[in-house]
């Protein structure tokens, strides 16, 4: 695979975990804590569904499997180094299911399903045409 297909694979990794970052960003100044990670878990998936359908639609390098792997690690990689390490000093975010594993499966989930989904919608409209 070329680096540029392993670019365009990251930057929409980047852009899901973004979207869940400015997420926890905006609810925790907003609301309560545990309010904000509610609001994360449920658009976790929403967030990873949306850009999943964009890179498998018009990319799609990788299969559904490798792609949520890929998605998710990424995740889960800037969420160890940058939140826990750089911005919180402290890795007590994973200890919490609501604010880490959950989001983390989620995120696994959608990206599978809809890259599965995806293309056998592609598969199907091949066939008929």
């Not at 979207?19 to 904000?36: H, K, N, Y």
């Not at 990788?62 to 792609?67: E, H, K, L």
């Not at 994973?94 to 959950?102: H, K, M």
């Amino acid at each position: 695979m070329s680096f540029a297909k392993v670019l365009i694979i990251l930057a929409h990794a980047f852009v899901g975990w973004l979207l869940c970052a400015a997420t926890m960003g905006i609810g925790m100044t907003v609301a309560t804590l545990q309010t904000a990670l509610v609001v994360h878990a449920v658009g976790a998936p929403v967030f990873f569904t949306a850009v999943s359908l964009v890179y498998f639609s018009r990319f799609a390098f990788t299969a559904p499997f490798p792609t949520a792997l890929i998605f998710v690690g990424f995740v889960v990689v800037v969420d160890f180094f940058v939140v826990g390490l750089l911005v919180n000093r402290s890795l007590a975010m994973f200890g919490s299911a609501l604010g880490t594993w959950i989001p983390f499966v989620l995120i696994f989930g959608s990206t599978f399903l809809t890259g599965v989904l995806t293309k056998a919608r592609q598969t199907t409209k091949k066939e008929k045409a």
